[in-house]
Nanobody, 122 residues
Framework: QVQLVESGGGLVQAGDSLRLSCVAS??????MGWFRQAPGKEREFVST????????YYADSVKGRFTISRDNAKNTVYLQMNSLKPEDTAVYYC?????????????????WGQGTQVTVSS
């Protein structure tokens, strides 16, 4: 059974940091990514990473503040979020694919976690 389980969300103040984790089980996944969805908005791309970790991509809104990484031995992908802003408030979703290439579109992912809430107060 394929599962993606996110953790690490919470309520923080502007300027604080959080690290999200996503543990994958059931299959080997290559491209993995993070998306987020704020109330009343579409789910949007945040970051993606390839199997080797050699290729990473970020949305302009998080570039320089967020860092994606992975530990393949632990089947885990991370999202380190620094200098958080109120506009980062959203449910953050982990996504996984069997594709080798990085994927920036949510339609490219076949597997999704249940999401973890991140709330940043001003």
């Amino acid at each position: 059974q394929v599962q993606l389980v996110e953790s690490g969300g919470g309520l923080v103040q502007a300027g604080d940091s959080l690290r999200l984790s996503c543990v994958a089980s059931g299959r080997t996944f290559y491209a993995m990514g993070w998306f987020r969805q704020a109330p009343g908005k579409e789910r949007e791309f945040v970051s993606t990473i390839t199997w080797s970790g050699g290729n990473t991509y970020y949305a302009d809104s998080v570039k320089g503040r967020f860092t994606i990484s992975r530990d393949n031995a632990k089947n885990t992908v991370y999202l380190q979020m620094n200098s958080l802003k109120p506009e980062d408030t959203a449910v953050y979703y982990c996504a996984a694919s069997r594709t080798l290439s990085p994927i920036l579109s949510k339609s490219g992912y076949g597997y999704w976690g249940q999401g973890t809430q991140v709330t940043v107060s001003s």
